[in-house]
């Protein structure tokens, strides 16, 4: 069931249990131990990349399998599976139920992308790019990369940012204490990012996943947000 606006996705490893990955999918609310209904989750990915390791690849992808075939079809939750690679993503499209999910997260798309594009070009699925190689520094490869993919704007949901990636590259780590995410040198990236894709491109853009899972973080969590 796809949805045109955007809210924060949950990223779950594949390798997870079919069971606890439908949890996710499938459950639009929650209720606490005290009653109170609150909302859960709206958007989910499952995760076939750097979540996986190199010898999990085969029980991640029979995870997948498992969830397609389990999913139900009139959900409420948008679902969709980050590919680890394009072979990776080539065995998910042919799984059977996989029409059930509304897209793929494509990484490190400085290559390549039009490759997957034109692989799903006459179905309902939609694409979310992620921006996270050394390259997005470099100015003029970001505009060569918006006219890639402008070309396709018909199936891009949005633009996601691997800050991760990013501070990997500088040889920089999150510090949870104090600093976001924007404070810094990655900072100076993602405000590029958002003026070139953002303003100019006029595509959707997603913040960095936020990573510190803990309750001494939510002050942290509340100010990057902000």
């Known amino acids: 069931m796809y949805r045109s606006y955007l809210h924060p996705t949950l990223y779950m490893r594949a390798t997870f249990s079919p069971e606890t990955l439908l949890a996710a999918i499938e459950q639009r609310h929650v209720n606490d131990k005290k009653g109170r209904a609150h909302d859960g989750v709206w958007r989910v990915v499952i995760c076939t990349e ?3 390791a190199d010898g999990e690849v085969q029980q991640a992808l029979l995870n ?3 969830v397609l075939r389990r999913m139900s079809t009139d959900g ?6 980050r590919a680890r690679n394009h072979g990776v993503f080539r065995q998910i499209l042919h799984m059977d139920g996989v029409e059930k999910i509304d897209g793929f997260v494509i990484p490190k798309v400085d290559t390549g ?3 997957y594009a034109q692989a799903v ?3 309902h699925f939609k694409l979310m790019p992620i921006l996270e190689s050394n390259q997005i520094v470099n100015q003029s490869h970001c505009m060569e990369l918006l006219e890639v993919f402008d070309s396709y704007r018909g199936q891009i949901d949005c633009l996601r940012i691997g800050a991760n990636d990013l501070m990997g590259y500088l040889g920089m780590r999150r510090d949870p204490q104090a600093y976001t995410v924007y404070d810094g040198p990655v900072g100076q990236t993602i405000f590029n990012i958002v003026n070139v894709f953002g303003g100019l491109g006029g595509f959707n853009i997603t913040a960095p ?12 969590l509340r100010k990057e947000v902000k």
Do not use: G, M, N, R
Request: charge should be negative; aromatic fraction near 16%.
């Open 76 to 81: 409420e939750v948008c679902t969709y599976v």
């Open 209 to 220: 996943v936020f990573e510190c899972y803990a309750p001494q973080f939510d002050d942290l």
């Open 64 to 66: 997948v399998s498992k």
């Open 113 to 115: 992308f039009e490759t």
């Open 50 to 52: 750097d979540s996986v």
């Open 121 to 123: 070009a006459t179905s």
